[in-house]
């Protein structure tokens, strides 16, 4: 079990990252915000407890994925 909340959270990761570099390459400040907004949701969930209904919504999507 702990080898598979391991990879979750690895996969997490690498969403926040991908999420880092596609808003690091955006021209709308709009769309960089909310990319901006899914590297942080995904840098702290699974690992971490949601704190808002956003994290919530994507901590289930990311267990549902598992």
């Known amino acids: 079990m702990s080898i598979c909340a391991d ?3 690895r996969f997490a990761e690498r969403h926040a990252e991908q999420a880092r570099e596609l ?7 709009q769309r960089r915000a909310e990319l901006e907004r899914i590297a942080e949701v995904c840098t702290h969930i699974p ?5 808002d209904l ?3 919504l994507q901590y289930y999507w990311f267990v549902h994925l598992a």
């Open 54 to 56: 956003w994290e919530a």
């Open 7 to 9: 990879a979750l959270i």
């Open 23 to 29: 808003a690091r390459r955006e021209s709308d400040p």
């Open 47 to 51: 690992a971490h407890a949601p704190r």
